[in-house]
């Protein structure tokens, strides 16, 4: 009997942190069910790869987990609530629903700055009152989980953008004044990608990769970029290279890497002579193809150094008599039906 108390002990306490495990929340999440107590459940996960110090991640601090566990059960049970480990990253905590200013996991959550200023900053919290907002312990918990996943993607997407940003300001001081971000192609590519049926994801990594996918002309000397005579074949070399070396430049961020892959195609060519690998048609990822259309509209309707800016009407023709070699049919009609749309007076057809 001793022999199945301790093992019916261990599976109620977690060996590593020393908090109740997952078996003990479903347990009284269970009973909290069957006394229609009212209820707030928290979930808190720390999100390795949101600024969790690779060090903790080592059994440099074998402490570590005893350290995680103490601060989250000290922070918490003054308040009345529980705190639990779900998994090696994943916390839960179920306690009364009050007013407080901050709830048991948002205490939880700072006192994780005690031990990181960077494990903290990569927590991410979830959660679900019963019986408002679910009836049972399963309920709440898929709510709170939810929540937690759509926290964790806007934390993700938010880093991301960061990482954009300080891409885009390295371009800008590169161009030296010229334009970035180009609005009107990230406004075009996204009416044409609709047309198109593309999901939101998709039209996201298509405006991301129309800003950046000048990216690997980092890698050009200034003096080919403002070369004013004919280039040399190693010079044209270089300029051809750096669709790869901005895969390789945004591809060192995990969370780009659609991104890289679309900023790779767009110089190919739908007849398959284009830059660097010779692909064409459906080879071409979509969304190159896209973007291929629409900075190129944009750059003939745009004003440059050496020429007037062109008329709509005349790049929509330009476009038109590319199609099927520089660009996708498909594709330019699709512009041209969103372009219509947009200003009909400069109304153009495929035919």
């Known amino acids: 009997m001793r022999v199945g108390a301790a093992v019916a002990r261990n599976r109620e306490v977690d060996v590593e942190t020393g908090l109740r495990t997952r078996a003990y929340l479903f347990a009284d999440l269970a009973r909290l069910h069957s006394s229609a107590i009212p209820a707030r459940l928290e979930l808190l996960a720390l999100n390795a790869g949101d600024g969790l110090d690779d060090a903790l991640l080592t059994n440099a601090d074998a402490e570590l987990p005893r350290r995680i566990g103490d601060a989250l059960r000290e922070a918490t049970e003054p308040s009345g609530?529980?705190?639990y480990r779900i998994d090696s990253s994943l916390y839960a905590f179920l306690g009364p629903v009050d007013s407080s200013?901050?709830?048991?996991?948002?205490?939880?959550?700072?006192?994780?700055?005690?031990?990181?200023?960077?494990?903290?900053?990569?927590?991410?919290?979830?959660?679900?009152?019963?019986?408002?907002?679910?009836?049972?312990?399963?309920?709440?918990?898929?709510?709170?989980h939810e929540r937690l996943k759509a926290r964790s993607r806007w934390q993700r997407l938010s880093s991301e953008r960061q990482v954009r940003d300080v891409l885009l300001q390295i371009l800008s001081e590169r161009r030296a004044g010229g334009s970035i971000g180009q609005p009107r192609v990230a406004a075009f590519a996204i009416g044409v990608g609709?047309?198109?049926?593309?999901?939101?994801?998709?039209?996201?990594?298509?405006?991301?990769?129309?800003e950046l996918q000048d990216i690997g002309m980092l890698s050009v000397p200034e003096s080919v970029l403002r070369k004013r005579s004919a280039l040399e074949p190693e010079e044209w070399a270089m300029i051809r290279r750096h669709p790869v070396v901005g895969e390789r430049i945004l591809s060192a961020a995990p969370a780009l890497a659609p991104v890289a892959k679309l900023v790779r195609s767009c110089y190919e060519r739908f007849?398959?002579?284009?830059?660097?690998?010779?692909?064409?048609?459906?080879?071409?990822?979509?969304?190159?193809?896209?973007?291929?259309?629409?900075?190129?509209?944009?750059?003939?309707?745009?004003?440059?150094?050496?020429?007037?800016?062109?008329?709509?009407?005349?790049?929509?023709e330009e476009l038109c008599r590319c199609a099927g070699r520089q660009f996708d049919p498909m594709v330019v009609a699709a512009f041209c039906a969103e372009m219509n749309q947009l200003d009909p007076e400069a109304a153009v057809s495929m035919a």
């Not at 994780?112 to 709440?140: F, N, W």
């Not at 896209?290 to 004003?303: L, P, Q």
């Open 271 to 316: 007849d398959g002579t284009g830059y660097p690998d010779g692909i064409g048609g459906e080879q071409i990822p979509l969304g190159s193809r896209v973007i291929a259309v629409c900075v190129a509209y944009d750059a003939m309707t745009s004003a440059r150094p050496y020429r007037e800016a062109l008329p709509a009407a005349t790049a929509f």
């Open 194 to 210: 609709r047309r198109l049926g593309l999901a939101l994801g998709e039209l996201d990594d298509i405006v991301r990769a129309a």
């Open 101 to 144: 200013a901050l709830t048991p996991a948002a205490t939880a959550h700072s006192a994780l700055s005690a031990i990181s200023e960077r494990l903290a900053a990569g927590a991410v919290r979830g959660e679900a009152r019963i019986p408002d907002e679910a009836s049972d312990g399963p309920g709440a918990l898929a709510i709170a």
């Open 81 to 83: 609530a529980r705190a």
